[in-house]
């Protein structure tokens, strides 16, 4: 389930900072659950195919889980997506701070009969600043919309090896060419496409 930590103003952190996390856990579901998520995400609503994402148990066979980490999220479509909510992470600091983005991937071995798709490892997962009002559940033109907003971008493909893979990445700000960005909301976005591989956690930290 997804954790958001609160810093109290005027308070020296000691780094790394976790800012948010999600292992997709919590609602359980059996096999794959089209349209399911968890706590503080949003679905892609708009274009053919959007609502073909859901969150997958591994007892459908789909893929090889590592212990305790048992669910994840599947997009199966190329209009298909997740955005977390407003406020999940918090506000970028533009102050010269450090992100990193961290995301573990299965293989989607698709054998639990979507209908749609074809086994795949591949995956995109981004962080991204958002301004007020931009609309987190328009996936209709892919990714396009996100990317202009990504500070990290973590895509590629995982092989059918019976494991998951984790993939990191990171974003220093910087307070002259990203003080457009200040006050924006800080927010994780998993772009689907026919045959994804599937996101099974998702982590945020401030490392600087």
């Not at 048992?70 to 479509?77: L, T």
């Not at 795949?120 to 892919?142: H, I, K, N, P, T």
Request: with cysteine; net charge negative; aromatic share 8%.
């Amino acid at each position: 389930m997804g954790t958001n930590i609160i810093i109290p103003t005027g308070k020296r952190l000691s780094l790394p900072v976790l800012l948010y996390s999600e292992d997709f856990e919590a609602p359980v579901v059996s096999g794959w659950s089209q349209g399911s998520k968890p706590t503080g995400w949003l679905l892609a609503d708009t274009g053919f195919g959007a609502n073909r994402i859901g969150l997958n148990n591994a007892d459908g066979g789909d893929w090889t889980p590592a212990i305790g980490d048992d669910q994840g999220m599947d997009p199966n479509y190329t209009n298909s997506g997740a955005c977390t909510d407003v406020g999940e992470i918090g506000t970028i600091d533009i102050n010269t701070v450090t992100y990193k983005l961290t995301v573990t991937i299965a293989y989607d071995k698709d054998l639990s009969g979507k209908a749609y798709g074809s086994a795949s490892g591949a995956y995109d997962v981004m962080l991204c600043a958002l301004e007020g009002g931009f609309d987190r559940q328009d996936w209709a033109a892919g990714a396009l919309n996100f990317d202009a907003r990504a500070l990290i971008t973590l895509a590629g493909s995982v092989a059918d090896d019976g494991g998951i893979h984790e993939f990191s990445g990171t974003y220093t700000t910087d307070p002259t060419t990203d003080a457009g960005k200040s006050g924006y909301d800080l927010a994780v976005g998993i772009d689907g496409a026919t045959s994804m591989g599937i996101v099974t956690s998702v982590k945020v930290e401030r490392i600087s």
